[in-house]
């Protein structure tokens, strides 16, 4: 999956061209940042996605997190993003729960993150028309 095998901390793959997405991540950096949390944001918008086998059109369609070299998407990746938080420890919990995890991973991937990437082509063919 990936050829980096010397990756200590969780990475966060995130859409940073997304403006609902990156206020969100942002609060995270902030959080993490102040606590010297070992987690990297990375915006797939500035990064070469290649050496994590992936694209930006999967990874934009909804959050990517790597951690010990094991990739989650969508809410597991916020599972595990909250787990690496004190303050979100309980959403973690609760995302965790039997029954909650597939409800929630359904109604993030069909409606939200649907939404989101919705958003992210219609800003991409806005921009490729403006050039």
């Known amino acids: 999956m990936m050829s980096d095998h010397n990756i200590p901390y969780t990475i966060v793959l995130f859409n940073g061209d997304c403006k609902i997405c990156s206020k969100e991540i942002c609060v995270y950096q902030t ?29 934009a369609r909804q959050l990517h997190v790597i951690k010990n070299y094991e990739l989650f998407k969508g809410v597991k990746a916020f599972v595990v993003l909250w787990n690496e938080m004190p303050r979100y420890r309980f959403l973690a919990k609760i995302f965790s729960l039997p029954g909650v995890t597939d409800v929630a991973q359904f109604f993030y991937y069909h409606i939200i993150a649907r939404y989101l990437y919705a958003r992210d082509i219609k800003r991409l063919k806005n921009q490729r028309s403006i050039l």
């Open 31 to 59: 959080y993490g940042a102040g606590r010297e949390l070992p987690i990297d944001f990375k915006d797939i918008n500035a990064i070469d996605l290649a050496p994590f086998g992936l694209t930006r059109n999967e990874t």
